[in-house]
């Protein structure tokens, strides 16, 4: 099976610096339409989808390889040594920013720098990290998954987007929530929320561009500033939106950011 297939991989535009897109849970790569159009003309993009999310082929869903996100890096490692021409830049939203230091941490070097937008390496408050959730809550809200995963759909989508006056985007979350097969959702969702990759990124050396929503139900500002005291090379922006999906209801003040942080290796429009 080719990579192309196994995760969908979409390539556009052109340039010496290649930016690979990766979503996070209950999306597919359709989420970044908002924030590609702006990069296309000077950069190579690679888009594509998690195996067992979009349109990827579920043939390839392993229980086991996929039972934590290391599995995740190790494809994506896969994308970038297949399709990752020149330098090779990350966008990682949500669960994909850490599977993105997952795999600079297996590969290092090869990465050039990330963004991660809406980035948690823990999603569970743990003394003075505040993670923005107990442990109780995960424990619930995971039950809840299982026992009615489109209700929890349905319902979380809303809350998890945000994004008061957009209700269409809130609309597109549900819906790509609904299009994943719950089986999948339910092991994806505890490895999401579950794990814990605070040492995995402490003292990453690549330069990061943490982008957070100012409030965020998912991952608050309280996480950001973690992240950016804990990784040597990071820049904290704070985008003025309400959710946890800045690159779809603010593209605007995301891409901006984005032209500042990427300007050492491609000067902006």
């Given at each position: 099976m080719?990579?192309?297939?196994?995760?969908?991989?979409?390539?556009?535009?052109?340039?010496?610096?290649?930016?690979i897109?990766?979503?996070?849970?209950?999306?597919?790569?359709?989420?970044?339409?908002?924030?590609?159009?702006?990069f296309?003309?000077?950069?190579?993009?690679?888009?594509?989808?998690?195996?067992?999310?979009?349109?990827?082929?579920?043939?390839?869903?392993?229980?086991?390889?996929?039972d934590?996100?290391?599995?995740?890096?190790?494809?994506?490692?896969?994308?970038?040594?297949?399709?990752?021409?020149?330098?090779?830049?990350?966008?990682?939203?949500?669960?994909?920013?850490?599977?993105?230091?997952?795999?600079?941490?297996?590969?290092?070097?090869?990465?050039?720098?990330?963004?991660?937008?809406?980035?948690?390496?823990?999603?569970?408050?743990?003394?003075?990290?505040?993670?923005?959730?107990?442990?109780?809550d995960?424990?619930?809200?995971?039950?809840?998954?299982?026992?009615?995963y489109?209700?929890?759909?349905?319902?979380?989508?809303?809350v998890?987007?945000?994004?008061?006056?957009?209700?269409?985007?809130s609309?597109?979350?549900?819906?790509?929530?609904?299009?994943?097969?719950?089986?999948?959702?339910?092991?994806?969702?505890?490895?999401?929320?579950?794990?814990?990759?605070?040492?995995?990124?402490?003292?990453?050396?690549?330069?990061?561009?943490?982008?957070?929503?100012i409030?965020?139900?998912?991952?608050?500002?309280?996480?950001?500033?973690?992240?950016?005291?804990?990784?040597?090379?990071?820049?904290?922006?704070?985008?003025d939106?309400?959710?946890?999906?800045?690159?779809?209801?603010?593209?605007?003040?995301?891409?901006?950011?984005?032209?500042?942080?990427?300007?050492?290796?491609?000067?902006?429009?």
């Open positions: 080719t990579l192309s297939k196994r995760n969908n991989v979409r390539i556009a535009g052109a340039g010496p610096v290649t930016l897109f990766s979503h996070g849970f209950g999306c597919d790569q359709s989420m970044w339409k908002y924030l590609l159009p702006h296309q003309a000077r950069f190579r993009t690679v888009t594509y989808d998690l195996v067992g999310a979009g349109q990827s082929d579920l043939t390839a869903y392993d229980r086991v390889r996929y934590s996100l290391a599995g995740y890096a190790t494809d994506l490692n896969e994308i970038v040594t297949e399709y990752g021409q020149g330098t090779v830049i990350l966008v990682g939203h949500s669960v994909s920013a850490m599977i993105g230091a997952l795999a600079d941490r297996q590969q290092p070097g090869r990465i050039a720098a990330h963004v991660m937008v809406g980035p948690s390496p823990c999603y569970i408050d743990d003394g003075d990290y505040i993670g923005g959730f107990k442990h109780q995960i424990h619930e809200l995971l039950e809840t998954l299982d026992s009615n489109l209700g929890w759909s349905s319902t979380m989508a809303p998890i987007m945000g994004a008061p006056g957009q209700p269409m985007l609309e597109e979350l549900t819906n790509s929530f609904c299009r994943t097969d719950p089986d999948i959702a339910r092991q994806f969702a505890r490895v999401t929320f579950l794990s814990d990759n605070r040492l995995d990124v402490q003292g990453l050396p690549t330069p990061v561009l943490i982008l957070q929503s409030d965020d139900l998912i991952a608050p500002v309280s996480v950001g500033q973690y992240l950016n005291a804990v990784l040597p090379n990071s820049t904290l922006c704070l985008i939106n309400i959710g946890h999906c800045p690159h779809m209801s603010a593209p605007t003040a995301c891409s901006q950011a984005m032209d500042a942080f990427l300007q050492p290796w491609a000067p902006g429009p």
